[in-house]
């Protein structure tokens, strides 16, 4: 398993403005994915940050509005840039330390005014 | 779009009783995995089932996995208060060097005391 922190837990912002989000594992790990989570819905993949590549942004989802940092095995940051009310939601960082099974970070609940 | 569907969006159940939580998938998959979350905090991990296996349990959860019919459930036998959550179902695509988990829309469980 792994243990997953994400920096912060939840944060009031104001439109306009870009919140970088971090997410620690206390394992080295090569598959990180960051996840969206609106009020009320399921969860989406934005995009799979691998170390020592660029990241992989799904269908929507793009790096000018959220760029992501990928320094090392046990950390990544995800930005949300010029952010709207309609970017308020859950975000979640998630890893794969062996094969198979994937671990989620106890998410960011972000409010965007 | 979403992988997974799960059947009911919401079901109310007494403690003590069975819960059955249905979810169907289009594509071929990997694996399938089942999440837990309380009140939009992180997920919980709760089983993994591959796609060459049919059943598996984990206490008091057994899920079962129908290739043919791109369908797995989720049973929860004896249910507690505190099993009251929405669960997920995930499926898990690998191609190449690429890993994707899609989320189904979840069902919300009450487990009434």
């Known amino acids: 398993s792994a243990v997953i922190s994400q920096k912060p837990s939840r944060d009031i912002c104001q439109r306009g403005t870009s919140l970088t989000i971090q997410c620690q594992v206390d394992?080295?790990?090569?598959?990180m994915f960051w996840y969206r989570q609106q009020p009320g819905q399921s969860l989406t993949l934005i995009a799979t940050?691998?170390?020592?590549?660029?990241?992989?942004?799904e269908s929507g989802f793009v790096i000018d509005k959220f760029p992501i940092s990928r320094p090392n095995l046990t950390f990544s940051t995800l930005t949300v840039s010029n952010m709207s009310p309609e970017d308020s939601s859950i975000y979640l960082c998630s890893v794969i330390p062996g094969q198979e099974t994937q671990y989620f970070g106890p998410g960011t609940r972000l409010l965007v005014l | 779009s979403q992988q997974g569907e799960e059947d009911p969006q919401a079901l109310s159940i007494q403690e003590g009783e069975n819960a059955t939580m249905n979810c169907s998938y289009k594509t071929s998959i990997n694996n399938l995995q089942w999440y837990r979350q309380n009140s939009g905090r992180g997920l919980v991990h709760l089983i993994l089932?591959?796609?060459?296996?049919r059943e598996k349990h984990s206490g008091r959860l057994r899920v079962t996995l129908d290739t043919s019919k791109k369908s797995s459930s989720l049973l929860i036998t004896a249910s507690r208060a505190a099993d009251t959550a929405s669960y997920f179902c995930a499926t898990a695509r690998r191609g190449g060097s690429n890993y994707k988990l899609t989320f189904g829309k979840g069902t919300l469980l009450t487990v009434n005391p």
């Open positions: 394992s080295q790990v090569t598959m």
């Open positions: 089932i591959r796609s060459n296996e």
């Open positions: 940050a691998n170390q020592g590549s660029e990241a992989t942004y």
